[in-house]
């Protein structure tokens, strides 16, 4: 009880970090990761194909899929030509390691920087109190950083086989009397990619922001006594 008291005793809300390049910068990234992982999870589309057999009307069929993109888990029938039945097939390719991976770090992320702007916000005497606090940051903010290069570079090949796997094109060479119809709209899963790597550029860079409150940048940018006054004078005999 009593921790908890001096815990909220301790919060001093203080919105000045914002104006300074480390609070502005975690709040872009805090926007762009939330971005990230929206536009992927949670994400369906459908790709569309017509089959056209000689002695039938032509039929539309529909092949439904979506994160985690275990294509698959998905079935969708396709006519038997000169027969009323239906043979259920589907989807090739399970893609959902390098999705799940891409959500799971855009998510991490998202906590991490919540956070760090309430620690930034809340308690900025706390941070720097200690060269603890600027080491851990970055120390946490250059692992994120390498986390988005991989899991967009990932994501970014798993979007691409994705695209082949559910092209109406692919699909009407697996299928006789089989015909593309409508491409399934993806834009939203390219936005993701694309904010993955922004993501990879403001982690990056806002290492440097958070090395500057590290003392290994202040202790670096203290000038030796020789440095501030020059190369030193003949000394007198005693």
Known sequence: M??????????SLDLGPLKEPLGFIRVLEWVFTI??????????????????????SPLDVKALFGYPFRLPAHPFKIPIC??????????QGDFSSSAEFFVCVGVFGFLYCTATLILYLGFQNVYRQTSRGPIIDLLMTA???FLWLVSSSAWGKGLT??????????????YPHCEAG?????????????????????????????????????DSSQPTTVEEGGAPGPQPFP
Not at 189 to 210: D, R
């Open 2 to 11: 009593a921790s908890a008291q001096s815990f909220v005793s301790g919060f």
């Open 35 to 56: 971005f990230a992982f929206a536009t992927t999870g949670g994400y369906s589309g459908t790709t569309h194909v017509s089959f056209r057999c000689p002695t039938q």
């Open 82 to 91: 000169n027969s009323s039945q239906f043979n259920t097939t589907y989807l």
């Open 143 to 145: 692992a994120f950083a």
């Open 161 to 174: 086989d994705v695209k082949w796997s559910t092209s109406p094109d692919h699909l009407a060479e697996l």
């Open 182 to 218: 409508e491409f399934p709209f993806m834009g939203r899963l390219n936005a993701s990619v694309i904010f993955g790597f922004l993501n990879l550029i403001l982690w990056a860079g806002n290492c440097w922001f958070i090395y500057k409150e590290t003392p290994f940048h202040k």
